[in-house]
């Protein structure tokens, strides 16, 4: 596919732009695949079409078709006018949240679109605490994943109070963002994270794992303190058998 100027691009009208997307899709099977070198060209040949506002119509048509395929074209090219983003982006993207049923989508949406708006609009925090306390699984993620590019700025305070929600979490999807947090914290502020996981020593393993990556020291010491533990339990029964 053949870059053109956007002087060019303007050319085409709204119907053959979209054939021609259309018509890429349906020949593509590996389209999907967030790899793919002609996404990126598709996604950089609609932000340099349209300015964000009139992105928010193509967006639209393209998320509301139900696709897949149309739907991560739709969040790759978004993520795209980062620089642009404000609340409206936020309101205009916060409906379709229902609609993402895939993690990879999840993760892609909340730390690349939510989250940059997040550093943009910091009353947004309340709208992310309210997503982490919902009982959609989905928005959890969301919720736990958005303040990745506020640990990028060394903020880390939303994103240790969204932890602490769900340090014992039973799920696996939701052991694993809390990991990931903890880690990307770990490689900006050391100090922080390994006070907030000697706090929480003994999280699922899951997360601990993840979380202490870069940190082997403390899990010869979660070894340590789960021996101990394990210890005591014994000689608790112990001494229960010898009354």
């Known amino acids: 596919m053949?870059?053109?100027s956007k002087k060019q691009l303007k050319k085409l009208s709204d119907k053959q732009f979209f054939e021609d997307?259309?018509?890429y899709i349906k020949s593509y099977h590996s389209f999907y695949e967030s790899r793919v070198p002609e996404l990126k060209v598709l996604a950089n040949r609609l932000h340099e079409e349209y300015d964000l506002k009139e992105f928010y119509k193509v967006f639209n048509k393209?998320?509301?078709s139900g696709y897949n395929e149309e739907r991560t074209l739709a969040v790759h090219t978004l993520q795209l006018y980062k620089e642009d983003f404000d609340i409206n982006t936020w309101r205009f993207l916060k409906p379709k949240l229902k609609d993402i049923k895939s993690w990879d989508k999840v993760d892609r949406v909340s730390s690349n679109i939510i989250g940059e708006i997040l550093v943009r609009e910091?009353?947004?925090e309340k709208e992310i605490i309210a997503l982490a306390k919902s009982n959609n699984i989905w928005f959890k993620r969301m919720a736990i994943m958005?303040?990745?590019p506020l640990i990028k700025l060394n903020n880390n305070e939303l994103s240790l109070q969204i932890c602490e929600f769900f340090i014992h979490d039973k799920d696996k999807q939701i052991q694993e963002a809390v990991g990931l947090i903890l880690r990307?914290?770990?490689e900006q502020k050391p100090a922080v994270a390994k006070k907030f996981i000697l706090k929480n020593i003994h999280m699922p393993i899951l997360s601990f794992d993840i979380a202490t990556q870069n940190m082997k020291e403390l899990r010869k010491l979660r070894d340590?303190?789960?021996l101990g533990r394990e210890t005591s339990i014994v000689k608790s029964i112990k001494n229960i058998f010898r009354r």
């Open 122 to 124: 910091r009353k947004l």
């Open 62 to 64: 393209f998320w509301n």
């Open 184 to 186: 990307e914290i770990g």
């Open 21 to 23: 997307i259309k018509k």
């Open 224 to 226: 340590v303190k789960k």
């Open 146 to 148: 958005a303040t990745v």
């Open 2 to 4: 053949v870059y053109k």
